[in-house]
């Protein structure tokens, strides 16, 4: 009986380490230090990582209220704070390196900071999801313009070749040199640009169809799944192995893609969701086969860990809340090469956070960027 008790024991210990989240993170309640010149964050809307791990995030000035921005008013009415420029960068300890941003010559700043992607060559994209916003940036490191894609003005229609809807996302193919976009927040679509010369090459919407501004009925999980995108399509990944990851916000899924646009499978996270959507962000898991998806979810306020083969929720972290280590409306979200992650969070969130990887994973290398 006992040699039986003992093996019973093993086998449940053994599930159970089985049953342990893959990864594990703790949250750097140090990070990042206080910004200099009596400056402050807005809604922070966008977070991306470049090849030396500085963590570049861009952020919304006019988010800022005159209680918060009291030092900037004429005459100041406290002794803090200021506006920061939109995009800041941050070293690894949290260190404020670098800041640019705002409206410039020859080009049309957004009215609505939304995203910001560093390519395999360097380059800062940024896009804005304002009333009328249809545009997104290219610019060097040190905010130096490069090239504008689209343009500003009253919004169109899903199949305008000529302009964005509201563009939440984007990212640079290291293969093709070509841009995917996750648009957006009045569009219903992917569509590919030359990154070079911007010149448009293709689009999709949902199940690799033709996209539609079709109205569609309120969300409810009990539904056939949505044949189109909902507002805002909403951050665009591309693996190594060539798959698309789209985030379908407010349909609460994920749907894969080719990169001729053919539809591959979806998965959903959280479908009882209704507030705003459960897929705000995904980020590729930085072992050799990508392994996991980290999915951040602003209306549930937690980053989980995702099979990237299957969607299987397989571990998740925070909750909805002011200290460290919660969040409030979570928005994006990037990991460096050692699998820190780095949130950021819009509404009245208006911080960035790093999470620190806790595990022994085997992490592929970055080729050194320029």
Same mark, same amino acid.
């Given at each position: 009986?006992?040699? /039986?008790?003992?093996?019973?024991?093993?086998?449940?210990?053994?599930?159970?380490?089985?049953?342990?989240?893959?990864?594990?993170?703790?949250?750097?309640?140090?990070?990042?230090?206080?910004?200099?010149?009596?400056?402050?964050?807005?809604?922070?809307?966008?977070?991306?990582?470049?090849?030396?791990?500085?963590?570049?995030?861009?952020?919304?000035?006019?988010?800022?209220?005159?209680?918060?921005?009291?030092?900037?008013?004429?005459?100041?009415?406290?002794?803090?704070?200021?506006?920061?420029?939109?995009?800041?960068?941050?070293?690894?300890?949290?260190?404020?390196?670098?800041?640019?941003?705002?409206?410039?010559?020859?080009?049309?700043?957004?009215?609505?900071?939304?995203?910001?992607?560093?390519?395999?060559?360097?380059?800062?994209?940024?896009?804005?999801?304002?009333? *009328?916003?249809?545009?997104?940036?290219?610019?060097?490191?040190?905010?130096?313009?490069?090239?504008?894609?689209?343009?500003?003005?009253?919004?169109?229609?899903?199949?305008?070749?000529?302009?964005?809807?509201?563009?939440?996302?984007?990212?640079?193919?290291?293969?093709?040199?070509?841009?995917?976009?996750?648009?957006?927040?009045?569009?219903?679509?992917?569509?590919?640009?030359?990154?070079?010369?911007?010149?448009?090459?293709?689009?999709?919407?949902?199940?690799?169809?033709?996209?539609?501004?079709?109205?569609?009925?309120?969300?409810?999980?009990?539904?056939?799944?949505?044949?189109?995108?909902?507002?805002?399509?909403?951050?665009?990944?591309?693996?190594?192995?060539?798959?698309?990851?789209?985030?379908?916000?407010?349909?609460?899924?994920?749907?894969?893609?080719?990169?001729?646009?053919?539809?591959?499978?979806?998965?959903?996270?959280?479908?009882?969701?209704?507030?705003?959507?459960?897929?705000?962000?995904?980020?590729? /898991?930085?072992?050799?086969?990508?392994?996991?998806?980290?999915?951040?979810?602003?209306?549930?306020?937690?980053?989980?860990?995702?099979?990237?083969?299957?969607?299987?929720?397989?571990?998740?972290?925070?909750?909805?809340?002011?200290?460290?280590?919660?969040?409030? /409306?979570?928005?994006?979200?990037?990991?460096?090469?050692?699998?820190?992650?780095?949130?950021?969070?819009?509404? *009245?969130?208006?911080?960035?956070?790093?999470?620190?990887?806790?595990?022994?994973?085997?992490?592929?290398?970055?080729?050194?960027?320029?």
């Amino acid at each position: 009986m006992r040699s /039986w008790l003992g093996i019973a024991v093993l086998v449940a210990s053994l599930s159970g380490a089985a049953a342990e989240e893959p990864l594990r993170f703790e949250v750097d309640p140090a990070w990042p230090k206080r910004l200099p010149n009596d400056w402050i964050m807005g809604q922070a809307a966008g977070v991306a990582v470049d090849a030396q791990d500085r963590v570049w995030v861009v952020q919304r000035p006019r988010t800022l209220t005159d209680d918060e921005k009291a030092a900037s008013l004429d005459p100041p009415r406290t002794k803090c704070c200021k506006p920061a420029p939109p995009v800041l960068v941050f070293d690894q300890a949290g260190t404020l390196v670098s800041s640019w941003g705002g409206p410039g010559a020859g080009y049309d700043w957004p009215q609505n900071e939304h995203g910001i992607h560093i390519d395999p060559a360097g380059f800062v994209w940024l896009a804005g999801n304002g009333e *009328t916003d249809g545009q997104i940036l290219k610019f060097t490191q040190d905010g130096r313009f490069v090239l504008q894609i689209g343009k500003p003005g009253p919004q169109t229609n899903s199949l305008d070749i000529t302009r964005l809807g509201k563009p939440a996302a984007m990212q640079v193919d290291p293969e093709t040199n070509e841009l995917y976009v996750a648009d957006g927040y009045f569009n219903h679509r992917v569509i590919v640009f030359d990154a070079e010369t911007g010149a448009y090459k293709r689009m999709w919407g949902a199940y690799g169809r033709p996209p539609t501004d079709a109205a569609l009925p309120p969300y409810d999980p009990a539904a056939a799944p949505a044949q189109q995108f909902r507002n805002p399509v909403h951050c665009i990944q591309i693996a190594r192995d060539g798959l698309v990851y789209v985030c379908d916000r407010a349909n609460d899924r994920v749907q894969v893609f080719r990169k001729d646009g053919t539809f591959v499978k979806e998965f959903f996270v959280e479908k009882n969701t209704r507030a705003n959507g459960s897929v705000w962000e995904l980020a590729l /898991w930085p072992d050799a086969g990508e392994t996991y998806l980290l999915n951040a979810d602003g209306a549930n306020n937690e980053v989980r860990t995702l099979r990237r083969d299957t969607g299987e929720v397989v571990g998740a972290f925070g909750r909805n809340g002011r200290m460290a280590g919660e969040f409030h /409306w979570v928005h994006n979200l990037a990991v460096d090469s050692r699998g820190n992650v780095f949130t950021t969070e819009v509404d *009245t969130g208006k911080r960035a956070q790093k999470f620190l990887f806790r595990g022994d994973m085997v992490l592929r290398k970055r080729a050194p960027g320029p």
